[in-house]
């Protein structure tokens, strides 16, 4: 079975190579399925966790600022563990014995994958991400004409550029459609479960 190095695995997470995430399915999926079954989870809890932390390091790679002590490896178990645990307020995120690997017979953990761990800062990724991808979500569901006014409001475009690209009466109707078209979108947002819950994460 093919080995990668870590060079050869962040380089194909950061251009995508499906041969790469294939080899990191197949090779590390299995832990992280542990550990959320372990933890309360699921196996699409798993699926779902394995998949923010390849976001998560993409990202941070894109950023330039994805910092690796040790070995890939352990960084992305760690940083898979790390979520779960926060995210299900699970004990502390930094329990050494919550820290060990469960696929091992030893009960102390790997003293480099507690060095690994991610910190605050990757979990704010993670929730970022999350509130991102509920926000996309319900902004598909509006109308074009929302989508649009929206769209330039977020990009700052003057009330007035807003109501001439849009063929609006003048500024003030520009205003009141920004204002309903959001107000709908954040209702959306806040009846989501998803987001519901994700807010009892956040406090």
């Not at 079975?1 to 090779?27: P, V």
């Not at 490896?73 to 050494?96: E, G, M, T």
């Not at 060095?115 to 902004?139: A, L, M, T, W």
């Amino acid at each position: 079975m093919e080995k990668y190095s870590d060079k050869a695995i962040l380089n194909g997470i950061k251009n995508r190579k499906d041969s790469i995430l294939e080899y990191l399915y197949r090779e590390y999926y299995p832990q992280v399925f542990r550990i959320v079954v372990k933890h309360g989870g699921q196996e699409q809890d798993a699926r779902d966790l394995f998949q923010e932390a390849l976001i998560i390091i993409f990202n941070r790679l894109g950023k330039g600022d994805l910092e690796i002590k040790h070995s890939f490896h352990n960084y992305f178990i760690v940083l898979c563990r790390f979520i779960w645990l926060r995210q299900n307020n699970i004990k502390s995120a930094y329990d050494p014995d919550l820290l060990a690997d469960e696929s091992t017979v030893s009960v102390r953990p790997d003293p480099d994958m507690v060095q690994e761990g991610p910190g605050d800062k990757v979990y704010e990724e993670y929730i970022e991400n999350q509130s991102e991808k509920i926000f996309q979500r319900h902004y598909r569901k509006l109308s074009g004409d929302c989508k649009r006014v929206l769209k330039m409001f977020f990009r700052k475009k003057s009330f007035r550029e807003i109501s001439d690209k849009m063929k609006y009466t003048g500024e003030d109707y520009a205003r009141r459609k920004k204002y309903l078209c959001m107000q709908q979108l954040m209702k959306m947002i806040n009846e989501d479960p998803e987001y519901k819950e994700l807010k009892k994460i956040k406090k």
